[in-house]
C-alpha cells in the first residue's frame, strides 16, 4: 500500500472516531495522515515523537522508524527511537540507534542566554543518567550534555563551562567512557558535583559493604555474577554455599533500570530454569517481603541535595513489584492522601528512627545529588531498595488530582538551585 493510499485510511479513520466522539483518537489519525502526504522525515519524526510524550511507545516506534528510512542520518530520530527501544527493554536493539546519533552529535548545546551559568554535563548512551530536566530547566541553564565514549578528545575542543555535573549515576555503564573521563578529570579546574569515585560506591552489589552498618537500615545481600555458558545452573551452586542469601531472589541484568529485565526467582529450580546470557553481567538480590499489614507493598522514595533528604513521592501497590505509574495512584484517592502526608511531614509516617537511617545514608553516599528507594518494615527500620544518584525528579503530575505535589516538590529544586549557586564560579574568572 503506497502512502497516499495509507493516508486515506488514516482520514477514515479519523471519521470513524469522530463520529463516535472519540476526539484524541481521531485528531492522531489525522496527523497521521497529514504526516503521510508530506512524506517528509521531519514530519514522521514529530508524529513519533508526540507518541512518545503520551508514552505510546508501539505508535512512536512505528513512526520514528518511518522517519529514518525517510532520512537514515536524522541524529533526532535515532537518538528517540532509541530511547522508546530501551524503554520497550530492546536495549540491545537500541545501541546501534545510540551509537548513529551521538557519533555526529557527541556535543549537545543548548543556550539559555549569556547572562545563565554554563553546566557541562557528562554523560554516557543508554541509560543510567541522571535525568536533568526538572533540575536545571532550559532557559535558566546552559546546558552542555557531553557523551564521553564518542567525544574526539578529553575536552581541549568544548567551550566555556562554569561547573561540571556528573550525570552518569550509574557507575556500570560508565566503562566505555572511563579513559576520556579519567583524562578529563585530571585537567578540569571547575566545580565537580557528583564525583565519579563517589558515584562507583553506589553499585548494588557495594551497598551492604558502604551502607550495612547503618542502625536500623536493612541492605540484603548483593551478589554481582557474569553468566557463563553454563547458565543460572552455576549460580544456583553459589548460593548453595552461602548462608546469607535463602530464596527468593531478584534478578536482573546490570545497567537495567525501572524494573526491565528483573525475575523474581522463589527457589533453585526457578532460578535454574532462566535462560541467561552468556557474558552478561547480572546482579542477584535478596529479596526481602515488605508487604504491610494491610496487605499493600509501600515504596518511598527521598531525595538528597547536598546531603540533606526532602521526600518525593509514595508509590502503593498491591504488587511487590512497584512503580508509581502503575500503583493506581491516580485512581485511589487515599492512596494520594497518604503522599501527600509523607511529602508534608516525612518523620510522622516513617517515625524518627527510620529518618535518622536515612540521613545516614545521605551522608555517607557524599555525593551533591542522589536518591534512596525504600520500604518501612513492621518494626521501624528501613529496608534498602537502592541508593544512588540516577534517581528521576519531576513535576508532570496534573495539579488538579496532585495539588500536594505541587506545593512540596519544588522543595527540591530550590535546594538543587540554591546547591548549584554556593558552587558556580564563573568561567571567565
Not at 40 to 63: C, D, H, K, P, V
Not at 223 to 246: F, H, I, S
Not at 333 to 348: N, S, V
Amino acid at each position: 500500500m503506497d502512502d497516499e493510499v495509507t493516508a486515506e485510511a488514516y482520514d477514515r479513520q479519523a471519521a470513524a472516531f469522530l463520529a463516535q466522539g472519540r476526539q484524541a483518537e481521531a485528531t492522531g489519525a489525522l496527523c497521521a495522515a497529514m504526516a503521510l502526504r508530506d512524506g517528509s522525515a521531519l514530519a514522521f519524526y514529530n508524529l513519533g515523537t508526540a507518541y512518545l510524550q503520551a508514552n505510546r511507545l508501539a505508535e512512536a516506534e512505528a513512526w520514528y522508524r518511518r522517519a529514518l528510512a525517510a532520512d537514515a542520518d536524522l541524529v533526532a530520530a535515532n537518538q528517540n527511537l532509541a530511547v522508546v527501544l530501551e524503554r520497550l527493554g530492546r536495549l540491545d536493539e537500541a545501541a546501534p540507534f545510540r551509537a548513529r546519533a551521538l557519533a555526529r552529535h557527541w556535543l549537545q548545546v543548548e543556550e539559555a542566554g549569556p547572562e545563565a551559568p554554563r553546566v557541562l554535563i557528562l554523560a554516557a548512551s543508554g541509560l543510567g543518567n541522571v535525568p536533568l530536566d526538572a533540575l536545571l530547566p532550559r532557559g535558566r541553564t546552559t546546558r552542555l550534555v557531553w557523551f564521553l565514549e564518542y567525544a574526539p578528545d578529553a575536552g581541549e575542543s568544548l567551550p566555556p563551562y562554569d561547573l561540571v555535573f556528573n550525570a552518569i549515576g550509574d557507575a556500570d555503564l560508565a566503562g566505555p567512557a572511563a579513559a576520556t573521563l579519567a583524562a578529563f578529570l585530571a585537567r578540569n579546574t571547575r566545580p565537580l558535583l557528583n564525583r565519579p569515585a563517589r558515584v562507583a560506591l553506589t553499585r548494588r552489589h557495594a551497598m551492604p559493604e558502604l551502607l550495612g552498618d547503618i542502625p536500623d537500615l536493612v541492605v540484603p545481600p548483593v551478589l554481582r555474577w557474569r553468566a557463563g555458558p553454563e547458565g543460572a545452573a552455576a549460580l544456583t551452586a553459589v548460593l548453595a554455599a552461602r548462608q546469607d542469601m535463602p530464596p527468593p531472589w531478584l534478578l536482573r541484568p546490570i545497567g537495567s533500570h525501572g524494573g526491565i529485565g528483573l525475575v523474581r526467582c522463589d527457589d533453585a529450580a526457578a532460578l535454574a530454569a532462566l535462560a541467561l546470557r552468556s557474558g552478561e553481567d547480572y546482579y542477584l538480590t535478596a529479596f526481602h517481603d515488605y508487604r504491610g499489614p494491610d496487605g499493600f507493598f509501600r515504596k518511598y522514595r527521598l531525595i538528597f541535595v547536598d546531603g540533606v533528604p526532602y521526600p518525593y513521592h509514595l508509590a502503593i501497590s498491591p504488587q511487590w513489584l512497584v512503580h508509581y505509574g502503575s500503583a493506581g495512584m491516580r485512581g485511589e484517592a487515599w492512596k494520594r492522601a497518604e503522599e501527600e502526608r509523607f511529602l508534608a511531614d516525612p518523620g510522622a509516617v516513617l517515625g524518627k528512627r527510620a529518618m535518622t537511617a536515612i540521613t545516614q545514608v545521605a551522608r555517607r553516599l557524599d555525593l551533591e545529588f542522589a536518591g534512596i528507594d525504600c520500604a518501612l518494615l513492621p518494626d521501624g527500620r528501613v529496608l534498602l531498595f537502592e541508593a544512588n544518584a540516577t534517581m528521576n525528579v519531576h513535576l508532570n503530575d496534573p495539579p488538579d488530582l496532585f495539588a500536594y505535589k505541587h506545593r512540596f516538590v519544588p522543595r527540591i529544586f530550590a535546594a538543587f538551585t540554591a546547591m548549584l549557586e554556593r558552587r558556580l564560579i564563573p568561567a571567565n574568572h
